[in-house]
């Protein structure tokens, strides 16, 4: 008798293969034995009539580097499908540590990937000084998901040459290059998924500096490069602005190491046909026989704005300020009934950057709406639009919807993947051959962004419910998500249902299958806030054999470890 038995569902393997009904899919030991029109009985069954039967997702792009500290579940991706997370990502983690060194490592990921540092020195325990202490940590505790993590260059430098390290302009001596070397063979050797390193000046710590890799020259990229050729093992992932010589840069930091390389692929509005050339040097090292990937999302980068978010249209206006311990239903109620305090915010804005900044977001901000719209239609849609429909100002029309109800509105302002107010890029992105999914950051921008649901969308969006273009295949998107990110991380026993592979599952009602209301949550360590964002039509998700989640609701079960380095394809 199996273990576990999913019946009847209509199979997406992973592979891109066209789907397959009627399958019955078999278990044992946490990996699947079998795949035939009906197997034997089992010990728990699962009926997927008329039913969709994943892989798990892959979700190689998150910064739960200090969230899997103290969250055995990592929401909100558990809410999502995903049954591996990769982080480490972008050049920012807290490992290796040299002793003393907190605070700073702190304040990079909080002014990168905006999570507070309250609630970073509340969460973490800091245990350790060498990454594979870091790793020895994460392997303690029993998890929803199975867990990768990659040593970051910006602890990495801080490690070696301490204060000099946050300095992006220090150049770092050949003994110093020799230890950051030798500490990116042994984190590989441990279990590292791989190396990542940020070189975008977007990517600033909380006081301001720039990230420490940004400006890393030659030698010290090389002998990295060198280390990880030695190892052979291990990704290396980067975020970069992509100016002139960077895809040259990375395309010989993978000939020196012989390792895959991954980039953040993404369209700026300052400069929105950068990324195809950026993909094209991609491409031109695939030509030569070189490993690269673009990281690429699903819908646009935009930031979330609410009365009790981040980002607030009102939100440097001394009346609103004095709201902020006004509870948020009854801040909503004075916003519509209070007509001196609507004619302070409207009349009498500060003059600021802040202020002319919003001013010009407001143009293109959008009401995100329930079911949310990620793909509003700025000429309709658009605050700047809606207003000049009804006689008012964008700044009307904002207080306004922020004031319905318990204030739970938010309006979306798209800022990245979004230049000509459609996802026509993103598409053009999605289909390319050396893109793979990763820009979902789980975990990061906690109060402004909210795209850790972004599997959802993937296939609700693009497989389902797209009406300004074209969509995707579904087969192609499963492939994506599952055995394409897998296999850029070396991870080689998941992203497939096929005998011999982990059996890592989700069983979907594709006709229900989409993503909620973002909402913010007090729920992170210190009383942080956060955005979440749950999800509907995920019937069952299975991790290692076990199910994890039923009917969207976790089921307590912890079967997900801690990953070391890549793992083999099964025998066949």
Known sequence: MHDLVIRGGRLVDGTGAPAVDGHDIAVDDGVITEIAD????????????????????????????????????????????????????????????????????????????????????????????????????????PRTMDVGAQIPHGALRFYVMGERGADHTEIPTESEVDQMADAVARALEAGALGFSTSRTTKHKAADGRLTPSLTAAEPELAGIARAMALAGRGMIQCNSDFGPGEVELLTEMARVSGRPVSALLLQTDSDPERWRHTLDGIRRA????????????????????????????FGNHPAMRALADVPVPERAARLRNDGELRTALLDHRPDDGFTRWMTYALTRACELGDPPDYEPDPAVDSMAARAEAIGGTPWELALDLLAQGDGETMLLYPFENYHAGNLDVIREMLVDEHTICGLGDGGAHVATICDASYPTFLLSHWARDRTRGPGIELERLVAKQTSDTARAFGLHDRGVLAPGYRADVNVVDFERLGVGVPRVANDLPAGGRRLIQRSHGYDHTIVAGVEVSVGGELTGARPGRLLRGGTAAPAR
């Open 286 to 313: 695939n030509a030569a026989g070189l490993t690269m990937t673009g990281q690429v999302g699903c819908r646009p980068i935009g930031i979330l704005m609410g009365l009790d978010t981040s980002v607030n249209p």
């Open 38 to 141: 009906a197997v034997g009985r089992g010990r728990r069954e699962i009926d997927a009539g008329g039913r969709l039967v994943l892989p798990g997702w892959v979700d190689v792009h998150t910064h739960y580097d200090g969230q899997a500290t103290w969250d055995p579940d990592l929401t909100p991706s558990c809410w999502h499908g995903v049954t591996t997370t990769v982080f480490g990502n972008c050049g920012v983690g807290f490992a290796p540590l040299r002793p003393g060194s907190e605070d700073y490592l702190i304040n990079l990921m909080e002014g990168v990937e905006d999570i507070p540092g309250t609630v970073l020195a509340e969460g973490i325990d800091f245990t350790w000084t060498t990454f594979e202490e870091y790793l020895d940590t994460l392997e303690t505790t």
